[in-house]
């Protein structure tokens, strides 16, 4: 007879260890464990502790949150840990972020946390600790998809707001198997309902915003700190070469950034390219943002069979190439080996650095089937040979 967790024990005989962040998310998830008989342990990762982060609302793991954690571990009667996890979280986390945004990149911290410390390092340890499985409060669904081997397959949850297959694609067959979401069949309301019904101390406290380690939410700010020297001054041009203006660093810009430009404008004007080779910003209309192709690398493949078993006419699926769009239709295809997305219409904004994730459909639930970082993105014809040219005509540095 298999538990409420799909493993065959009885709760009382079934350990495990939940990650929490201290929010109301992963607290309503080792409380609810609790209630229903499982032998429940709460861990908390101290990944980051400076200045006004202890005081910063909507953060996670550390300060005030680890306070919190330790309070809901004690009114719902669990033994509750605090690993410090900083070195391996500025290591594994915070410096390549950092360089990713230096190389003119958009990356995507969450996904590199979920992947190292959370679903690796934090796994291994409660695998040490004799746990059957490891809980998180993150909105996704976690489904039986095959009896004979217990593999299982992630799913878009119920609560589409609160969906975060997004920042999930990386997770492995493996840890999918021995992680557990048990949110991902309730709307988010409901989680505050249970929180408040139980008297959570965390039950009215706000949902973590922007990235946990950026205590204002500038993340040029970080860069300028831990790495001073890459702030080299350039120029912002426009696609057919016209200078406008200069910049004090590309890390300060994204790919589809409209406002904070500081050059003067007549027509709306966005980040079309940046250009760390030569400290470059190029600009150009919203039309030349539209992205139709990207070639990804480091992919994570969570569908049936090998990803190069895939027809060479291609696959059709869904994909996401940013967290706050709808998934759209796509072709999955390998192009001299490298896995390349054609999508069925362009998307703006998309920057090297971020992920493209796969759905097996559009239905709201549908099955995550991995995905891949983007290392290229191809605009039309027009744009594409407007960068080549730039690219042959490098500027000079702006003095410093």
């Given at each position: 007879?298999?538990?409420?967790?799909?493993?065959?024990?009885?709760?009382?005989?079934?350990?495990?260890?939940?990650?929490?962040?201290?929010?109301?998310?992963?607290?309503?998830?080792?409380a609810i464990l609790k209630q229903q008989g499982y032998?429940?342990?709460?861990?908390?990762?101290?990944?980051?502790?400076?200045?006004?982060?202890?005081?910063?609302?909507?953060?996670?793991?550390?300060?005030?949150?680890?306070?919190?954690?330790?309070?809901?571990?004690?009114?719902?009667?669990?033994?509750y840990y605090v690993l410090d996890y900083e070195k391996?979280?500025?290591?594994?986390?915070?410096?390549?972020?950092?360089?990713?945004?230096?190389?003119?990149?958009?990356?995507?911290?969450?996904?590199?946390?979920?992947?190292?410390?959370?679903?690796?390092?934090?796994?291994?340890?409660?695998?040490?600790?004799?746990?059957?499985?490891?809980?998180?409060?993150?909105?996704?669904?976690?489904?039986?998809?095959?009896?004979?081997?217990?593999?299982?397959?992630?799913?878009?949850?119920?609560?589409?707001?609160?969906?975060?297959?997004?920042?999930?694609?990386?997770?492995?067959?493996?840890?999918?198997?021995?992680?557990?979401?048990?949110?991902?069949?309730?709307?988010?309301?409901?989680?505050?309902?249970?929180?408040?019904?139980?008297?959570?101390?965390?039950?009215?406290?706000?949902?973590?915003?922007?990235?946990?380690?950026?205590?204002?939410?500038?993340?040029?700010?970080?860069?300028?700190?831990?790495?001073?020297?890459?702030?080299?001054?350039?120029?912002?041009?426009?696609?057919?070469?016209?200078?406008?203006?200069?910049?004090?660093?590309?890390?300060?810009?994204?790919?589809?950034?409209?406002?904070?430009?500081?050059?003067?404008?007549?027509?709306?004007?966005?980040?079309?390219?940046?250009?760390s080779k030569n400290a470059r910003v190029i600009v150009?209309?919203?039309?030349?943002?539209?992205?139709?192709?990207?070639?990804?690398?480091?992919?994570?493949?969570?569908?049936?069979?090998?990803?190069?078993?895939?027809?060479?006419?291609?696959?059709?699926?869904?994909?996401?190439?940013?967290?706050?769009?709808?998934?759209?239709?796509?072709?999955?295809?390998?192009?001299?080996?490298?896995?390349?997305?054609?999508?069925?219409?362009?998307?703006?904004?998309?920057?090297?650095?971020?992920?493209?994730?796969?759905?097996?459909?559009?239905?709201?639930?549908?099955?995550?089937?991995?995905?891949?970082?983007?290392?290229?993105?191809?605009?039309?014809?027009?744009?594409?040979?407007?960068?080549?040219?730039?690219?042959?005509?490098?500027?000079?540095?702006?003095?410093?």
């Amino acid at each position: 007879m298999l538990n409420s967790l799909d493993i065959n024990k009885k709760p009382e005989d079934t350990r495990v260890v939940v990650a929490m962040s201290g929010g109301v998310d992963s607290s309503v998830v080792a409380a609810i464990l609790k209630q229903q008989g499982y032998e429940v342990i709460g861990i908390t990762l101290q990944l980051y502790d400076h200045g006004a982060a202890i005081e910063k609302k909507g953060a996670c793991c550390a300060g005030q949150d680890i306070e919190d954690a330790r309070r809901v571990a004690d009114k719902i009667g669990i033994p509750y840990y605090v690993l410090d996890y900083e070195k391996k979280f500025r290591e594994q986390v915070i410096n390549p972020f950092t360089e990713s945004y230096i190389e003119g990149e958009t990356p995507i911290p969450c996904v590199a946390c979920n992947q190292t410390v959370k679903f690796s390092d934090l796994l291994a340890t409660a695998k040490d600790l004799g746990a059957d499985c490891l809980a998180t409060g993150h909105y996704i669904e976690s489904r039986l998809i095959d009896e004979a081997t217990r593999r299982r397959g992630l799913y878009r949850p119920i609560d589409h707001s609160r969906d975060q297959s997004y920042f999930l694609f990386a997770t492995t067959q493996e840890q999918i198997d021995y992680l557990r979401f048990p949110l991902g069949g309730l709307p988010k309301s409901k989680t505050r309902e249970i929180a408040r019904e139980m008297a959570l101390v965390v039950a009215e406290k706000s949902d973590s915003q922007d990235i946990c380690f950026v205590p204002q939410g500038k993340y040029s700010d970080i860069i300028a700190k831990l790495r001073p020297e890459a702030a080299v001054h350039g120029e912002i041009i426009k696609l057919d070469g016209t200078k406008l203006g200069t910049h004090e660093g590309i890390f300060n810009f994204t790919i589809g950034q409209r406002r904070g430009l500081g050059i003067a404008q007549g027509d709306p004007l966005y980040v079309v390219e940046l250009d760390s080779k030569n400290a470059r910003v190029i600009v150009g209309s919203r039309e030349d943002l539209a992205t139709h192709k990207v070639i990804l690398r480091d992919v994570n493949w969570l569908g049936d069979g090998a990803i190069e078993d895939i027809p060479e006419t291609g696959l059709d699926i869904f994909v996401k190439v940013r967290s706050t769009r709808p998934p759209i239709a796509a072709i999955l295809k390998l192009e001299d080996g490298s896995p390349t997305i054609t999508l069925s219409e362009g998307e703006h904004g998309v920057a090297n650095g971020q992920a493209c994730v796969f759905y097996q459909d559009e239905s709201e639930q549908t099955r995550v089937l991995g995905g891949g970082w983007i290392t290229k993105s191809e605009r039309s014809d027009a744009t594409e040979a407007a960068l080549i040219t730039l690219s042959e005509q490098p500027f000079q540095h702006a003095a410093s």
